[in-house]
């Protein structure tokens, strides 16, 4: 069996994509299970939109996710003088021919023969037989569609037996009129010559293929075997829109995901391993292979990855999450917090993890219980704070005043007996304690939480509380 080669081609356009991020890590995996060659190619030819911060984006987000390319990467745009000599080789061999029509004279003759439809215009052939009298006009080039077959058939390694009426084609155009070659052709050329034994893409590139293997025949040229991706769908089952996902990879570092999680996460949008949801970077490229991809789009559950990004943040240390977020989050963190050492910072994180689904949701926690409130939540007010809370917050004082050392272990003796003296549940007490503290009755341990924040700003954040309730 040939090696496998692979590869994965990204229009440096915009940012990586969700969606594209899962094709290569398809690519990625399917390489590392057989042993073979995963390559990137950088698809520049579209020169006006193509930008370098984009390709740099690109490769960032990749290398963030592990997904590191085995050779050189290819840059399209490089390779145009080598495209252009097989536009050449195709007109030579009568595979290929120049057209001089415009646009407006396509649709003429098509409302000529009744065939006229806005959304798409049929080229009927016309300067395969007539000649232009003009040799200073501007012409494109276009594949001669061999009519000596009637389908193109390929078996997709997910989908199965795929074929195409040949008619349905006309003779496409594969260079413009400024001399640059389209698309589905430079594709097939720089395939070829980075030795691509599998093509793994999305779904919506089904309509290319039978082009592209026209095309890797007429130049002679090994056609690859085709697997095709299906979609990544919003909640609703529609296409995946920027209201349902961050617009770029780069926004999930932002925003706190950890890359392994957001990695597992796209391995099993559309791929399983009978009912494991969780499985190590060794246990994907073990388990992985095409035949277990579905054919189906698979919904896009931000809950869920907000799950396993949780499940990911819980297995990491202290010390690996407060890096992590110096790192991907936050790199003033530290001056943010710099009333605690790395010591304290690090207890507080292995505090708070259980507890949070993404990092940047960590970091506003730590910030939030370092700075104080700036507001109160009124849901936790209006559930923990009634008529007899600022009495016993005034009692409470006064035992956090005697209380030495002022430490969780004795802060929790003498709230309890607080608690006891004025017949009251804990909670009634621990719930506004946290919303003095925090803001917010949702937090850690709050003896934890009053050592941490240690007994002067603690009474201060108290006081501030009482003088809030009036």
């Not at 037989?129 to 569609?145: L, Y």
């Not at 579905?294 to 990855?305: E, N, Q, R, V, Y």
């Not at 710099?338 to 949070?356: F, G, H, M, S, T």
Request: glycine share 6%; proline share 4%; with cysteine.
């Amino acid at each position: 069996m040939k090696k496998i080669r692979v590869r994965f081609a990204p229009s440096p356009t915009g940012h990586l994509h969700i969606g594209g991020l899962r094709a290569a890590i398809f690519n990625w995996l399917f390489a590392r299970h057989h042993g073979g060659t995963y390559l990137l190619r950088v698809e520049d030819t579209d020169l006006e939109r193509s930008k370098q911060e984009y390709t740099d984006s690109i490769i960032q987000s990749l290398a963030w996710c592990g997904i590191e390319h085995d050779e050189e990467m290819v840059i399209q745009s490089t390779r145009f003088a080598e495209h252009k000599k097989f536009v050449e080789k195709l007109l030579q061999e009568g595979k290929a021919y120049k057209c001089y029509c415009t646009p407006e004279e396509i649709s003429e003759r098509q409302k000529a023969r009744d065939q006229y439809n806005d959304l798409f215009s049929m080229y009927d052939g016309h300067c395969l037989t007539h000649e232009s009298s003009d040799s200073k006009k501007n012409f494109v080039v276009r594949f001669k569609i061999p009519k000596e077959e009637k389908t193109i058939a390929f078996d997709d390694l997910i989908r199965g037996p795929i074929s195409f009426d040949v008619d349905q084609f006309d003779d496409f155009i594969i260079a413009r009129s400024d001399g640059s070659p389209m698309y589905n052709l430079v594709v097939v050329i720089d395939d070829a010559h980075m030795g691509i034994t599998h093509v793994i893409r999305g779904e919506d590139h089904i309509s290319n293929t039978p082009k592209q293997i026209m095309l890797y025949k007429a130049c002679g040229l090994p056609v690859p075997e085709f697997a095709h991706l299906p979609l990544i769908l919003g909640p609703s089952g529609d296409k995946l829109s920027k209201r349902d996902a961050e617009t770029s990879v780069l926004e999930y570092k932002k925003n706190g995901y950890l890359p392994d999680a957001l990695v597992n996460y796209l391995v099993r949008l559309g791929w399983s391993h009978g009912d494991q949801e969780i499985f190590t970077k060794d246990e994907m490229i073990k388990y992985f292979s095409l035949d277990h991809v579905g054919k189906t789009g698979a919904i896009f559950d931000p809950a869920k990855l907000d799950w396993l990004n949780g499940v990911y943040i819980r297995e990491r240390s202290g010390s690996e999450l407060l890096a992590l977020m110096q790192q991907d989050v936050d790199s003033q963190l530290l001056e943010k917090l710099k009333n605690w050492d790395e010591k304290q910072l690090v207890a507080l994180i292995d505090l708070y993890k259980d507890r949070v689904k993404t990092l940047s949701e960590l970091k506003n926690n730590l910030v939030l219980l370092h700075d104080g409130p700036q507001q109160y939540d009124d849901v936790s007010i209006d559930k923990w704070v009634n008529q007899e809370t600022k009495a016993h917050l005034e009692n409470l004082r006064t035992v956090l005043e005697e209380t030495e050392p002022f430490e969780s272990k004795n802060l929790s003796l003498a709230v309890k007996a607080l608690c006891k003296q004025l017949n009251i549940k804990l909670v009634a007490l621990a719930q506004p304690i946290r919303i003095a503290l925090t803001g917010t009755s949702a937090s850690p341990g709050v003896f934890a939480l009053l050592e941490f924040v240690g007994k002067q700003e603690s009474m201060r954040r108290i006081t501030a509380l009482l003088e809030q309730l009036g």
